[in-house]
């Protein structure tokens, strides 16, 4: 399997956070402009149809803030998704493959890249792009459901456990 890595913090020190049960009971990752695939797809051909797609994630990437929620970021590597937060997640991505950006009928979109599980976008499952800049920060833009993601704890930080069996807060 092939993953992408996501840490958070749940909430301390007076801010807001998310504990697994939150995420778990949420029904995984998402974007906050995407609650299914077919919004997904239609946020992509959006962004790109309007030319807008490379601001957006440049914005996402600079500031993550909740108006820009286009995406939810991962890394591609442990490293880039990892600094110390309380909770550690990784998800399966496996069959995202590198596409053109032709498969939505386009030429190349200036400094972003198109990762798709389908060179259909309509049959794609999974949907995520890169802003070159940040050549690994996956900037994920479709529902990543819990039987997809692993859970580690500062508790037994070698460890994943699938999300779906957490029991804790």
């Not at 919004?39 to 149809?49: D, E, F, G, K, Y």
């Not at 909740?66 to 998704?81: C, I, K, M, P, V």
């Amino acid at each position: 399997m092939t993953y992408a890595y996501r840490g958070e913090d749940g909430p301390i020190g007076g801010k807001p956070g998310r504990t697994p049960g939150d995420v778990k009971k949420a029904g995984g990752f998402k974007p906050w402009k995407s609650d299914s695939i077919e919004t997904s797809r239609a946020n992509l051909r959006q962004l790109v149809a309007n030319g807008t797609l490379a601001v957006q994630a440049e914005l996402w990437c600079l500031g993550k803030k909740r108006e820009n929620g286009w995406f939810f970021s991962s890394g591609l590597d442990e490293a880039t998704a990892y600094d110390t937060y309380q909770y550690f997640y990784r998800f399966d991505i496996t069959g995202l493959v590198l596409q053109p950006w032709s498969v939505l009928g386009q030429g190349d979109v200036a400094k972003m890249k198109l990762y798709l599980d389908n060179n259909d976008l309509d049959r794609a499952t999974k949907i995520a792009v890169i802003w070159t800049p940040r050549p690994k920060e996956l900037l994920v833009m479709s529902p990543v459901k819990v039987p997809s993601i692993e859970l580690r704890t500062q508790e037994k930080p070698e460890k994943w456990l699938k999300l779906q069996d957490y029991t804790g807060p």
